[in-house]
């Protein structure tokens, strides 16, 4: 449209006046999205080398935070875990005072069958003679003949166990 208006003036110098206003118009456009341009570079691209190293400082902070917030939470829940598994398991060891033990060394087996009856009249719950490791099978057989519930028979050491039921 202002080119119509310059055809229909040919006086040079309203033609020379409207390219100027033109010109500047363009130009004042031009300067305007270079100082944009330039506004952007500034925010994002620090202006010296102390800033741009504060800002990588913040941003590895920043960084180091919410880490920090992501392993304490990770580790709450490992807590709360061992918590629950912990509060889960039965008490597996029996307290000593539920266990009637009896220790004879000698293979006699009337001296076995004596210390058999004095567990079974003990009344707690788990009862264990411990006997030489020849003595085992022998004890045994007597044990099945008089026990009353479970028994264990190990050898003195505790590294060996029969069974009567």
Same mark, same amino acid.
């Given at each position: 449209?202002?080119?119509?208006?310059?055809?229909?003036?040919?006086?040079?110098?309203?033609?020379?006046?409207?390219?100027? !206003? &033109?010109?500047?118009? +363009? %130009?004042?456009? *031009?300067? @305007?999205? /270079?100082? #944009? =341009? $330039?506004?952007?570079?500034?925010?994002?691209?620090?202006?010296?080398?102390?800033?741009? !190293? &504060?800002?990588?400082? +913040? %941003?590895?902070? *920043?960084? @180091?935070? /919410?880490? #920090? =917030? $992501?392993?304490?939470?990770?580790?709450?829940?490992?807590?709360?875990?061992?918590?629950? !598994? &912990?509060?889960?398991?039965?008490?597996?060891? *029996?307290?000593?005072?539920?266990?009637?033990?009896?220790?004879?060394?000698?293979?006699?087996?009337?001296?076995?069958?004596?210390?058999? !009856?004095?567990?079974?009249?003990?009344?707690?719950?788990?009862?264990?003679?411990?006997?030489?490791?020849?003595?085992?099978?022998?004890?045994?057989?007597?044990?099945?003949?008089?026990?009353?519930?479970?028994?264990?028979?190990?050898?003195?050491?505790?590294?060996?166990?029969?069974?009567?039921?």
């Amino acid at each position: 449209m202002a080119t119509v208006k310059a055809k229909a003036n040919p006086k040079k110098g309203v033609l020379a006046k409207f390219k100027s !206003k &033109a010109a500047k118009g +363009k %130009a004042t456009t *031009a300067k @305007a999205t /270079a100082s #944009k =341009a $330039k506004t952007t570079k500034a925010k994002t691209a620090p202006k010296s080398k102390a800033a741009a !190293k &504060a800002k990588t400082v +913040k %941003a590895k902070v *920043a960084k @180091a935070k /919410a880490m #920090k =917030a $992501k392993t304490t939470k990770a580790k709450v829940v490992k807590a709360k875990a061992k918590v629950v !598994k &912990a509060a889960a398991k039965p008490k597996a060891v *029996a307290k000593p005072k539920d266990i009637a033990t009896e220790i004879e060394k000698s293979g006699n087996p009337a001296m076995l069958r004596a210390a058999i !009856k004095r567990l079974n009249a003990s009344g707690k719950p788990r009862k264990e003679l411990l006997v030489p490791g020849i003595d085992m099978d022998r004890a045994k057989k007597i044990a099945k003949e008089i026990v009353k519930g479970k028994m264990t028979i190990q050898n003195l050491g505790r590294t060996q166990r029969k069974f009567v039921r």
